[in-house]
């Protein structure tokens, strides 16, 4: 890889990356990877047209559009898990669910929902267990929280064969859209552990994300280190900030010290604007 490159990866595999990002790449030559959910999959098994009304570019792939990017010489489709979710890992109360924050913490609700999730975000009330006035507790990803139900946490086989089951149907179902099977399992909220990655291993995956290094010889080459890239990086503004946000993040991630000082302050603009979310996040 020549120096100051970049590998692209796009989480969530979202209808608009289909329909935007997709054509600026190719515009570019730039090779990307794009990781589905497979509970997140919509219906349907033609790609769909580009619609004049914005409401139509909400939501995810479906089958037909993950094929035709996986079959694109310069894109991959690779695996997401399953249901996205997270999950209580305590009694500790750190929110009140509101008819305004729900969809923040709509991951808490979808490893209660069996199956198809891709139109939750049409939903005009929230599913019971994020009603007015609910408790959102301490929570964790599913592949990295012990399950804290009835006040008792998830005991290790459980945990294992939970994190287990959901890494095979990730990569099963997956396969099944794409015709091949998957190579790379990319950690909703790039949270993991021991525990899900040895999992990962077992079930077929060649390389995870999750690292916290720089992915510079010595290091696991099969775990992957990623910088997260925030829309709105600096709580908003013109895109010129956006452009500069991006600059630091990678530059920053690459060893470049001076940067880390743009990035934190990037950091501190946003969350004063956004708030630091209480670690559901949709």
């Known amino acids: 890889m020549r120096p100051r490159s970049l590998v692209l990866h796009f989480d969530d595999a979202y209808l608009d990356n289909y329909l935007f990002a997709a054509p600026i790449l190719r515009e570019f030559d730039a090779p990307a990877t794009f990781f589905a959910s497979t509970d997140f999959v919509t219906p349907g098994q033609a790609p769909r047209p580009l619609s004049n009304d914005p409401v139509d570019w909400r939501g995810y792939m479906n089958a037909a559009e993950l094929r035709e ?83 008792v946490v998830e005991g290790e086989a459980a945990f294992h064969a939970r994190v287990e089951q959901m890494l095979v149907t990730a990569h099963d179902g997956l396969a099944a859209i794409l ?48 910088v997260h890239m925030q829309d709105y990086a600096f709580g908003g503004g013109p895109p010129q900030l956006e452009t500069l946000a991006a600059r630091a993040r990678a530059n920053g991630a690459a060893g470049r010290l001076p940067w880390h000082m743009l990035t934190a302050i990037a950091a501190r603009m946003r969350r004063r604007r956004f708030g630091k979310p209480g670690y559901a996040v949709s």
């Open 179 to 226: 015709g091949r099977p998957p190579k790379v399992m990319a950690w909703p909220f790039d949270r993991c552990c021991a525990i899900s990655i040895q999992a990962a291993r077992r079930v077929g995956f060649e390389a995870v994300t999750g690292g916290r290094g720089e992915n510079r010889p010595g290091e696991a080459p099969d775990i992957l280190s990623r």
């Open 69 to 151: 990017m996986d079959a694109d010489p310069l894109f991959d489709v690779e695996a997401h898990g399953t249901n996205h979710a997270c999950v209580p890992v305590s009694g500790r109360r750190i929110d009140i669910a509101t008819g305004q924050n729900w969809r923040k913490y709509a991951p808490l609700s979808w490893a209660r929902i069996e199956g198809d999730k891709s139109m939750w975000y049409r939903a005009v009330d929230p599913p019971a267990v994020l009603s007015e006035g609910a408790a959102i507790l301490e929570n964790d990803s599913a592949f990295s929280g012990r399950w804290w139900r009835n006040g």
